[in-house]
């Protein structure tokens, strides 16, 4: 969130900015698993006609690490808000800092990659699909690009889902949903 940082940037100090206990509990739980909903960049140009973008310099790594952070979905409709350039470099940095994603990449193999954890002895898996932008501005990877794995038409996502499966004993498949500024009864 914009407000935390701008603070932390006043304060210097994450315990500052997000409770201590609440630092803890993530620090200390087994899994945090973290929605990465803007790139991690010093490159690219805000999407043209977008009305939010969203990009975070790439020394906030370090935060993500402070708080915890074991894996982030990049299956949402911020991550590309700066385009190609800036979504390589936020794969880049989540991969020097030992921090794995799923929903999103350099390509659509990337995208439909399932993260695994053995936790007390049991498989977690994880993949992540986004269906939230009413103007489709986060484009799906293809085999060649980078992008997001799309689920608006969930075909594709459900035989990710379905292959991830059968590898693990519990899948956690995120899906980032919901059209902005629309109202649901």
């Not at 911020?78 to 999103?104: K, W």
């Amino acid at each position: 969130d914009g407000f935390v940082l701008d603070h932390y940037d006043t304060v210097g100090s994450l315990e500052k900015c997000i409770s201590p206990e609440i630092l803890d509990i993530l620090n200390q739980s087994d899994l945090f698993y973290v929605n990465h909903e803007y790139c991690i960049s010093d490159r690219g140009t805000p999407l043209s006609g977008k009305y939010y973008t969203f990009r975070a310099k790439p020394e906030r790594m370090e935060l993500l690490k402070q708080m915890g952070t074991d894996i982030v979905s990049l299956a949402n409709n911020h991550v590309f808000d700066y385009g190609e350039e800036a979504l390589y470099d936020t794969a880049d940095l989540l991969e020097q800092a030992d921090i794995p994603y799923v929903g999103g990449g350099r390509n659509i193999e990337e995208a439909k990659r399932p993260i695994y954890y053995i936790i007390d002895g049991i498989k977690l898996g994880f993949v992540a699909a986004s269906n939230g932008e009413r103007i489709k501005y986060t484009p799906q990877a293809t085999e060649s690009t980078p992008g997001i794995l799309r689920a608006y038409d969930t075909a594709e996502y459900n035989e990710v889902i379905k292959q991830a499966a059968q590898e693990c004993d519990y899948l956690i498949a995120y899906i980032h949903w919901g059209t902005e500024d629309s109202n649901y009864q």
